[in-house]
């Protein structure tokens, strides 16, 4: 059973900056594809970012160039730098993992809420 615990939430504005962390406990870290969701207020959840095996990124297109998904296999966290935030980023963010790497995400977070307002 794989648990998720993310953190590094809260209120912005424009133009910050701010890094999400997700602690993992249970099974092998480093073999799980981690991800990052999120859910904006009235919107379905979606996705933000991946990473396989520490090195294998993928982001959505509006992540693209503003976010950075990244491990420490050391501390089992997956992290997502968000830079240049904007209201629009407003969202419950979830971590989730897949450790079957199967493209399931299988585990997921309680979730933080990122809030960017002027």
């Known amino acids: 059973q794989v648990q998720l615990v993310e953190s590094g939430g809260g209120t912005v504005q424009p133009g910050d900056s701010l890094r999400l962390s997700c602690q993992a406990s249970g099974g092998t870290f480093s073999n799980y594809v981690m991800g990052w969701f999120r859910q904006a207020p009235g919107k379905e959840r979606e996705f933000v970012a991946s990473i396989s095996r520490s090195v294998f990124q993928y982001y959505a297109e509006f992540a693209k160039g503003r976010f950075t998904i990244s491990t420490d296999n050391a501390r089992n966290t997956v992290y997502l730098q968000m830079n240049s935030l904007k209201v629009e980023d407003t969202a419950v963010y979830y971590c989730?993992?897949?450790?079957?790497?199967?493209?399931?995400?299988?585990?997921w977070g309680q979730g933080t809420l990122v809030t960017v307002s002027e």
């Open positions: 989730a993992a897949d450790p079957s790497r199967t493209g399931q995400f299988e585990y």
